[in-house]
């Protein structure tokens, strides 16, 4: 888990359809997770907001 695998979900879903797509259609939020885990990408909420906030201030 790490800051920099929450910034890389950010940016995949911002910037890669498909990626967003995958994401989106899963019914709920475990489905979600589920889905980017398999795709290697882990981290925990905390570093998901702090992320998120800094993708705000910064963009």
């Keep these: 888990m790490s800051q ?7 940016e995949k879903m911002k910037n890669d359809e498909a990626f967003r797509e ?3 259609k ?3 939020g475990d489905a979600k997770l589920e889905y980017v ?3 290697g ?5 905390n570093e ?3 992320a998120a906030y800094s ?4 963009d």
Aim: aromatic fraction near 10%; proline fraction near 0%.
């Design 4 to 10: 920099e695998q929450a910034m890389e979900f950010i």
């Design 37 to 39: 885990i398999q795709k």
């Design 55 to 58: 993708a705000l201030v910064n």
């Design 41 to 45: 990408i882990t981290f925990t909420s």
């Design 26 to 28: 899963r019914d709920d």
């Design 48 to 50: 998901l907001m702090f």
């Design 22 to 24: 995958e994401v989106q």
